[in-house]
T-cell receptor
């Protein structure tokens, strides 16, 4: 089976940097994804990591350590519009299922 | 706009009833996924279809069923509805059989009274 853990809520200040952690346990790992979901809206894809290391995409970066079952999403130069839930998802190599964590609700304050 | 279309956007029905949710994937995408999201809950994977065939199954209740048609659109049927089935049901699509970047529809919000 799979188990994905993320903090439930985080707060940060506009212009700051925030790191959202995700730990996972899975029988077969084949990629980790981050999605952003604004309240009442559809999730949108942010990043994908399958190899260890850091993937940078503009203000957002995602890191993966497969040996530790750990990932983080780093958001720089926070803007008010970054207030949303951030979902960590793991693809199981054996079943090809994409399983989501419960998400981290980020609130950005002025 | 993700290119994935879901209908209806909102649905209110009574316990014991049956509803059908419809999803049209992005043009060219062969895989369709169904997820359930209850209030303050994460996305719960229900089922995946790839090119008309069931590919993976999650925590889908026996009262629920789905299928993908030759034109690749999919329907999720929910029967004998209970209050706890009230949720946002998302459909997502991707091109290949293994889930990569998923494109989500705007969801169908089901309220069971």
């Amino acid at each position: 089976g799979q188990n994905i853990d993320q903090p439930t809520e985080m707060t940060a200040t506009e212009g700051a940097i925030v790191q959202i952690n995700c730990t996972y346990q899975t029988s077969g790992f084949n990629g980790l994804f981050w999605y952003q979901q604004h309240a009442g809206e559809a999730p949108t894809f942010l990043s994908y990591n399958v190899l260890d290391g850091l993937e940078e995409k503009g203000r957002f970066s995602s890191f993966l350590s497969r040996s530790k079952g750990y990932s983080y999403l780093l958001l720089k130069e926070l803007q008010m519009k970054d207030s949303a839930s951030y979902l960590c998802a793991v693809r199981d190599e054996n079943t090809d299922k994409l399983i989501f964590g419960t998400g981290t609700r980020l609130q950005v304050f002025p | 706009d993700s290119g994935v279309t879901q209908t209806p956007k909102h649905l209110i029905t009574a316990t014991g009833q049956r509803v059908t949710l419809r999803c049209s994937p992005r043009s060219g995408d062969l895989s369709v996924y169904w997820y359930q999201q209850s209030l303050d809950q994460g996305l719960q994977f229900l089922i995946q279809y790839y090119n008309g065939e069931e590919r993976a199954k999650g925590n889908i209740l026996e009262r629920f069923s789905a299928q993908q048609f030759p034109d690749l659109h999919s329907e999720l049927n929910l029967s004998s509805l209970e209050l706890g089935d009230s949720a946002l049901y998302f459909c997502a699509s991707s091109h290949g059989g293994a889930p990569g970047e998923l494109f989500f529809g705007e969801g169908s919000r089901l309220t069971v009274l």
